[in-house]
């Protein structure tokens, strides 16, 4: 499975911005796609994850509400809608996958990793 992630960029707060992490190989129904997202010198955090299914959306209590996460079943991408963004949403986003549902908010979970994109808020 490989995974590439874009739509990071630099924008105000109070900004929206959406993410996308498009996926090519083979995955089951119920293997999950997760956000997450690191700042220097801390582990990263999870944002969001959604079975491929589509079936389950999950979202990290400091995003909830502002954030969506979504799937494109034609296009095999999934996205991070963000809204109303924070100076503290400030980090490099990644998308990742895993098979089945357990444990998702665990990023040691995931064995496959996209490429990180940055996103920068400022004040």
């Known amino acids: 499975v490989q995974l590439q992630a874009s739509g990071g960029g630099s924008v105000q707060a109070g900004s929206s911005l959406t993410l996308s992490c498009a996926a090519s190989g083979r995955i089951g129904s119920t293997d999950m796609i997760g956000w997450f997202r690191q700042t220097p010198g801390t582990e990263r955090e999870y944002v969001a994850a959604?079975?491929?299914?589509?079936?389950?959306?999950l979202h990290a209590p400091a995003v909830k509400g502002r954030f969506t996460i979504a799937k494109d079943n034609v296009k095999n991408t999934v996205y991070l809608r963000m809204d109303n963004l924070e100076p503290e949403d400030t980090a490099v986003y990644y998308c990742?996958?895993?098979?089945?549902?357990?444990?998702?908010?665990?990023?040691?979970?995931?064995?496959?990793w996209g490429q990180g994109t940055l996103v920068t808020v400022s004040s």
């Open positions: 990742a996958l895993k098979a089945g549902m357990l444990r998702y908010t665990q990023y040691e979970m995931y064995g496959s």
């Open positions: 959604m079975t491929w299914s589509g079936n389950t959306r």
